[in-house]
T-cell receptor, first 113, second 113 residues
């Protein structure tokens, strides 16, 4: 069974731009979560989606948003990029709502210049 | 707020030795405690997990112990091998609904042969 797929693998943007990252969960998994990983703050929860609805949100500004499609694929968007948004963005899937056992993708490395 | 402290931040052992990583959590509502291994260029991989109704769990060379009263949990790796070298993260489920995990800052384990 294929794992969680994230595209693109690397991304370079400049301040003020916006970016969209994509995630395809493991086949059959219906819940998708997003995490931001930085050397300073570590792994931090962004949001969780199930059945196209945001179920939970972490402590990030409104510039960070996401959505989930009917096929469980998910996208996250960051608008008005700041230098501090440079990070590895990780998507994780789990088979059902409320299942804490997460399976992570390899992430999208975003660099903001 | 919710917090997970992880120690040590770096750990160097000789091949065949044991390695122990310790974590402390703050949220009394946490009831799920996974451990992840992250290799360079990859996303975190779940290696073992434990729930609050269990005190210890073992899977081959890896074991996890939980002291719910003290809010401590630990990862034990026996007979370490060079391929165990990676960054290890502990995590605890958040008191929020859904799958949000609070991660420790990670331990870089180096196993030399």
């Amino acid at each position: 069974k294929a794992g969680v797929t994230q595209t693109p693998r690397y991304l370079i943007k400049t301040r003020g731009q916006q970016v969209t990252l994509s995630c395809s969960p493991i086949s059959g998994h219906r819940s998708v979560s997003w995490y931001q990983q930085t050397p300073g703050q570590g792994l931090q929860f962004l949001f969780e989606y199930f059945s196209e609805t945001q179920r939970n949100k972490g402590n990030f500004p409104g510039r960070f948003s996401g959505r989930q499609f009917s096929n469980s694929r998910s996208e996250m968007n960051v608008s008005t990029l700041e230098l501090g948004d440079s990070a590895l963005y990780l998507c994780a899937s789990s088979p059902r709502e409320g299942e804490e056992k997460l399976f992570f993708g390899s992430g999208t490395q975003l660099s903001v210049l | 707020g919710e917090n997970v402290e992880q120690h040590p931040s770096t750990l160097s052992v000789q091949e065949g030795d044991s390695a122990v990583i310790k974590c402390t959590y703050s949220d009394s509502a946490s009831n799920y405690f996974p451990w992840y291994k992250q290799e360079l260029g990859k996303g975190p991989q779940l290696i073992i997990d434990i729930r609050s109704n269990v005190g210890e769990k073992k899977d081959q060379r890896i074991a996890v112990t939980l002291n719910k009263t003290a809010k401590h949990f630990s990862l034990h790796i026996t007979e370490t091998q060079p391929e165990d070298s990676a960054v290890y993260f502990c995590a605890a489920s958040s008191g929020q609904a859904g799958t949000a995990l609070i991660f420790g800052k990670g331990t870089t384990l180096s196993v030399s042969s």
